[in-house]
Structures are given as C-alpha cells and as structure tokens.
C-alpha cells in the first residue's frame, strides 16, 4: 500500500518568506508527527497530532513554526518569516493508534522536504 | 530526559567485513529500542526493534540486543555488503501523554567498499 508521501521534495525559499510543508500519512493512520533534522544531526521531534488534535507541540522551535491538521488526513508545517538556521529537512511519520487511545510505537516516515533558505 | 548517544562516523568498511555500530541510552522506565535506516534519496526505515531487556532485534541479516544492564542496544553484522551503505539511527521511545515520543541519536554514517 501507500506510503507517507510529503511535498514538495526540495524548497529553496529566501529569508523572510512563508513556507508550507504538506505530508499526506498512510491511510488509517491517525498518529502523525513532524521532526526536523539538520545537517549532519539526528532527528529532532516538532509536534505530535493525534486525529485532528495536537497534544504535544513542545518541539516546535518559535511561534514561526505552527502545524494543522484536518481530516485526520493530511497535516501542513507552515514556518513564517523563515531564517537560515530554518534549513533542514522536514519529515513526516505517521503511525497506527490502538484501542487504548494510545499511538502505536512503529512510526513510518516520509521522504522529507529539504528546506534550503537563502 | 531521555537520550541515545551513538557512535560517530563515518564509518568506513570493505564488503564482508564485520559491523559493530554501538549505542547506548539513558530513560527512565521501559522504552522499547529501535534501529532506523536512511538510503541515500530514501525515507527513515524501521530496521528492527526490541521491546524488553534481553530481547534481539533482527532483519536483512542485522541484530542488536536489548542490553538494560548496559543500557545499550549495539547494532552488528556479520559480513556488509555494499547496498548497506546507507546512515543509522537508534532510536527509543519515551511514553508519555499517552503516545511514544521517538527519540534519535544523532545518526552514523556506513560506507562499504567493494
């Protein structure tokens, strides 16, 4: 079956402007998380969506940085104003949640959107 | 907090040698351990996992035991091959808000050599 897909691929934005980053989960999915990983680092979490909801967005950077969700589908990162330090990829995960309300704990990634801010 | 340390890289190998990738982490509670792999152009995969102590995670010909006296979970390889060039990320997770947060090390990079 389908994956997480996410678009685009590649951005090359200037400072200042908005960006938004679209990911699309496996069907079904109603966990949903975006991380961040910098060049040459480990993945750093941004924010966790359960349906449509977000209960832990903790790992969001600054108020540049804000996420929706609807229809327990697809989720948007939009980063305002974006700086160079801003540069990075953005990947999606998704995962299944069990009958206890809780997220399962295999996440399944997308392919990121590489970030470039000139 | 919760954390994964793993060793750095690049790590540089020929085809059939012997792969030791080590990791170790620091968690209060139970947290289940996981090794994630990035191909080149590719998504993080799941590689394998392990859910309690003493358990060994498996696939494609690697394994990594879950080691709570140690606090590690080392990934190894009897005998890589090119196509396993790629870079690795431990992983674990730390519950709590009623999800599991994935938390990374900081990934390392294998290279193989024919």
């Known amino acids: 079956g389908a994956g997480v897909s996410q678009s685009p691929s590649n951005k090359v934005t200037e400072k200042g402007k908005d960006v938004e980053l679209r990911c699309d989960p496996i069907?079904?999915?109603?966990?949903l998380y975006w991380y961040r990983q910098r060049l040459g680092q480990g993945l750093e979490f941004l924010i966790y969506f359960q349906g449509n909801s977000a209960p832990d967005k903790s790992g969001l950077p600054s108020d540049r940085f804000s996420a929706e969700r609807t229809g327990e589908s697809v989720s948007t990162l939009t980063i305002q104003r974006t700086q160079q330090e801003d540069s990075a990829v953005y990947l999606c995960?998704?995962?299944?949640?069990?009958?206890?309300?809780?997220?399962?704990?295999?996440?399944?990634f997308g392919p990121g959107t590489r970030l470039t801010v000139l | 907090g919760d954390s994964v340390t793993q060793m750095e890289g690049p790590v540089t190998l020929s085809e059939e040698a012997f792969l030791t990738i080590n990791c170790t982490y620091t968690?209060?509670?139970?947290?289940?351990l996981f090794w994630y792999v990035q191909y080149p152009g590719e998504g993080l995969q799941l590689l394998l996992k392990?859910?309690?102590?003493?358990d060994k995670g498996s696939n494609k010909g690697f394994e990594a035991t879950y080691r709570k006296e140690t606090t590690s979970f080392h990934l190894e390889k009897g005998s890589v091959q090119v196509s396993d060039s790629a870079v690795y990320f431990c992983?674990?997770?730390?519950?709590?808000?009623?999800?599991?947060?994935?938390?990374f090390g900081a990934g390392t990079r294998l290279a193989v050599h024919p």
């Open positions: 995960a998704s995962s299944r949640t069990g009958t206890s309300g809780y997220a399962f704990d295999e996440q399944f």
């Open positions: 069907s079904g999915h109603t966990a």
């Open positions: 392990a859910t309690k102590a003493d």
């Open positions: 968690a209060t509670g139970y947290p289940s």
């Open positions: 992983a674990l997770t730390s519950f709590s808000g009623g999800y599991n947060k994935l938390i």
